[in-house]
C-alpha cells in the first residue's frame, strides 16, 4: 500500500498567504462570507480590533513555529498589516475568526456576544484559492492561540467552515498541509476525513530551516462531519 494514500495518525497550519489567485473560481468571497455559530463558538470576519490579539497569538514562537509563513518576532504592525490586505486585495475565500461567543452563552445570556472576552480572537480559520506545492484549487488553514490548545475548540471550528464550504461547493476538493511533527493537527484532519497526498521539505520562515511537510486532501464523499 502507498503510505501516502490512507487515513493517517499524524495537522495544524494557519492561512496561506495569497499564491496567484484565480478570479474564475471565486466562488468564495468577503461579501458572501457567513457568520457561523457553533455550540462555543462564533466565526465572523477578522476585524481591524482583531490586530492586538492575533500580534500576542503569532508572536508565541511555539504557535508560529507550526505556520510556514509568520516571521518572528511578530508585531501587532504585522498583523495591522495583514488585516488590510485581508479586507482590500480582492482575493477569493473566507478568513474567519474564532471567538468563544458561542450559541450556549447566547441562549443562557438571551443576547449576542458583548463581552470582550465573549467577542475576542481566539484563532483563525480561512479558505482561500491558490496554486501551491503542485496543487491548485481551494486550501484550508488554520491555528490557534496556546491557551486554548487541547479543548477541541479547532476541531470545533474548522467543521465547521468545512460544513459551510461543501454546502455550496460540494463537488469541490479541499486541500491543505501540515508540517509533520504537528500532531495535533493532523488528528483534527483524521476525524475530518483527510488523505494524505505527498510529503515535501519546504521552508519554513519562523524556523528559518526547511521543515517536512505534508499535503493532504478532503472530498465531500470522505467528509467525516463531527
Known amino acids: 500500500m502507498n503510505a501516502l494514500n490512507h487515513k493517517f495518525d499524524l495537522p495544524q497550519q494557519v492561512r496561506m498567504p495569497a499564491f496567484d489567485a484565480d478570479p474564475t473560481t471565486a ?56 488585516l488590510a490586505a485581508l479586507n482590500a486585495d480582492g482575493q477569493p475565500g473566507w478568513v474567519f475568526a474564532i471567538t468563544l461567543g458561542g450559541l450556549r452563552r447566547i441562549l443562557l445570556s438571551g443576547q449576542p ?33 496556546e491557551p486554548h490548545w487541547g479543548q477541541g475548540i479547532m476541531t470545533e471550528a474548522v467543521n465547521a467552515v468545512i460544513a459551510r464550504f461543501f454546502h455550496g461547493l460540494m463537488g469541490e476538493v479541499l486541500f491543505s498541509s501540515v508540517i509533520a511533527e504537528n500532531a495535533a493537527s493532523l488528528r483534527i484532519q483524521k476525524k475530518l476525513g483527510f ?10 520562515v519562523p524556523r528559518a530551516e526547511q521543515v517536512r511537510l505534508i499535503t493532504t486532501e478532503l472530498t465531500f464523499g470522505s467528509y467525516m462531519p463531527m
Open 195 to 204: 488523505d494524505i497526498t505527498g510529503v515535501e521539505d519546504v521552508y519554513c
Open 113 to 145: 456576544p458583548k463581552a470582550a472576552d465573549d467577542d475576542r480572537l481566539v484563532g483563525v480559520v480561512g479558505i482561500d484559492w491558490q496554486r501551491r506545492h503542485g496543487q491548485e484549487g481551494w486550501q484550508i488553514g488554520y491555528w490557534l492561540d
Open 27 to 82: 466562488r468564495l468571497t468577503a461579501a458572501n462570507q457567513p457568520l457561523i455559530r457553533t455550540g462555543r463558538l462564533t466565526l465572523r470576519r477578522p476585524a481591524a480590533g482583531d490586530a492586538e490579539a492575533i500580534a500576542a497569538a503569532l508572536g508565541n514562537h511555539r504557535v508560529a513555529r507550526m505556520l510556514l509563513p509568520v516571521p518572528q518576532p511578530y508585531y501587532r504592525e504585522d498583523a495591522e498589516e495583514w
